[in-house]
């Protein structure tokens, strides 16, 4: 079983900055690609940046140049520093990772229960 707990979510004006965590647990043997993906009320879920386990990362053309994702492999934990936010960053925000439990299981999909960041003008 593996678990992926986010935190860091809240309240922040315009402007500010915000540094998500996601931290897997579990029966982990590696941790391919990790991915922050957010949800606002009434629109679908979007990819919001993603980062292999090489380190090689990909941002929505919306957060470039103000979001980074990184990761520590040691730690199971990948971060989202936020900054320069904007009332549209609003949203729910979804940790999701592929993950292999055993040297001989294939990667499962998992997904956190979701913080949320709240940016108000």
């Known amino acids: 079983q593996v678990q992926l707990v986010e935190s860091g979510g809240g309240l922040v004006q315009a402007g500010g900055s915000l540094r998500l965590s996601c931290t897997a647990s579990g029966s982990i043997f590696s941790i391919n690609a990790v991915g922050w993906y957010r949800q606002a009320p009434g629109k679908q879920r979007e990819l919001v940046a993603k980062i292999t386990s090489g380190g090689v990362t990909n941002y929505a053309d919306s957060v470039k140049g103000r979001f980074t994702i990184t990761r520590e492999n040691t730690k199971n934990t990948v971060w989202l520093q936020m900054n320069s936010l904007k009332p549209e960053d609003t949203a729910v925000y979804y940790c999701?990772?592929?993950?292999?439990?055993?040297?001989?299981?294939?990667?499962?999909?998992?997904w956190g229960q979701g913080t949320q960041v709240t940016v108000s003008s």
């Open positions: 999701n990772a592929d993950v292999k439990t055993s040297r001989w299981a294939n990667y499962g999909n998992y």
